[in-house]
Structures are given as structure tokens and as C-alpha cells.
T-cell receptor
């Protein structure tokens, strides 16, 4: 089946690292994504990783993928108050076309 | 260039009325998705259009919901006989063909059923 799960809330202090975790069930996932949603806005792509990669780093963002355990994480280094948002994990699966399934989103609170 | 455009941005309707929500995808994007985001809930998949293929309607919650995509571009999501539980933000996204193509989202239509 198609299912993506995430914890709903995370609270960190400014300057600390944030780690947001996600698990998915579909083994045919090809790409896995992290999207960010700020209040009143749609989702914006943060980063993505191909399913045959273990890690991807992009400035303050590090994505780790454990394909065996179907576990994906997003680490934000030196978290800032501007990083406060909802972060969605998503997987792209091959259904003939490519369908994207999202998790419920993790609301990140950054305390000054 | 222009992003995904959704209209209206806000819609208040009475229970039992029909509503139509519109999505203009990015030009050249062949895939189009509708999602629903309820307060405190995640992103619920509704329907997916890919080129000329039959749409994937597996996420539509009831037969009161329908969507069409005319000419491979603009899409309309229709909700008939609206209920209070239909109140949510309806998000549209589009993408190019291909597995690596990320989704580009509109800002959504906030639907309130009174």
C-alpha cells in the first residue's frame, strides 16, 4: 500500500539542529522529497533524493535515506526562527505515471 | 514565469450548495494533482491527471467530488451538495512528465461550508 508517516510536532531552540523523520511503505518509491509549507502558502520543494542514494547535503540541509528500513530523515543545521513551518515528506511511486504521496507533515517550532 | 494559479482564494458557501474550484497549472506541465488539507490534518490526495491517461481518482472521498481537466491544462474540482466536513484548503499542484519532476503548488482555495 501507499503510506507515508511522520511525527506531527518538533520543537527546537534556535541554533540547534532539527531532525525530522519519515517512514514510507512503498518499495517502488523512486524519488523521495521534502517540502516546506509556511503559513497561508502552498508547499515549496526543499530537497529530494533518489532512492539509490544514501545521503544528500544541500547547505544547512542533510537528507539521509535508509532504503532497507524505508526511513527518510531531514536534518536542518543551525535552525533559525525562519525555519518554523510544516515539513512534508513525500514519495514518488510508479503507477504508470508518477504519483506523489505525502505524509501528514511535521510542524517545526523554533524557540528563540 | 507564472506559477500554479488557483481561484478563488477563499470561498464561503452554504451547506448543500455546489462549488467549483479552478486550477491553472504551469504551462507545459503534463501532470496535475488535487490535494485537500484540513485543519490539523496532513495532505490528503484526491485525484491525479497525467497527460491523456485516465485520471487516478482513488483519493476522491465520495461521489459528490469530481474533477476534470480540459485540453490538458486547466482543471476544475467540483463538490456537489457541500457538507461542513468539506471545509478545508484545496491545493492544486502540477509537474512536468518524469519521475524527478517535483510538484509546484498553488496557494490553495480555502473552502468554508456554513
Amino acid at each position: 500500500g501507499e503510506d507515508v508517516e511522520q511525527s506531527l510536532f518538533l520543537s527546537v531552540r534556535e541554533g540547534d539542529s532539527s531532525v525530522i523523520n519519515c517512514t514510507y511503505t512503498d518499495s517502488s518509491s523512486t524519488y523521495l522529497y521534502w517540502y516546506k509549507q509556511e503559513p497561508g502558502a502552498g508547499l515549496q520543494l526543499l530537497t529530494y533524493i533518489f532512492s539509490n542514494m544514501d545521503m544528500k547535503q544541500d547547505q544547512r540541509l542533510t537528507v539521509l535515506l535508509n532504503k532497507k528500513d524505508k526511513h527518510l530523515s531531514l536534518r536542518i543545521a543551525d535552525t533559525q526562527t525562519g525555519d518554523s513551518a510544516i515539513y512534508f515528506c513525500a514519495e514518488s511511486i510508479d503507477t504508470g505515471g508518477f504519483k506523489t504521496i505525502f505524509g501528514a507533515g511535521t510542524r517545526l517550532f523554533v524557540k528563540a | 514565469g507564472a506559477g500554479v494559479s488557483q481561484s478563488p482564494s477563499n470561498k464561503v458557501t452554504e451547506k448543500g450548495k455546489d462549488v467549483e474550484l479552478r486550477c491553472d497549472p504551469i504551462s507545459g506541465h503534463t501532470a496535475l494533482y488535487w490535494y485537500r488539507q484540513s485543519l490539523g490534518q496532513g495532505l490528503e490526495f484526491l485525484i491525479y491527471f497525467q497527460g491523456n491517461s485516465a485520471p487516478d481518482k482513488s483519493g476522491l472521498p465520495s461521489d459528490r467530488f469530481s474533477a476534470e481537466r480540459t485540453g490538458g491544462s486547466v482543471s476544475t474540482l467540483t463538490i456537489q451538495r457541500t457538507q461542513q466536513e468539506d471545509s478545508a484548503v484545496y491545493l492544486c499542484a502540477s509537474s512536468r512528465t518524469g519521475v524527478r519532476s517535483p510538484l509546484h503548488f498553488g496557494n490553495g482555495t480555502r473552502l468554508t461550508v456554513t
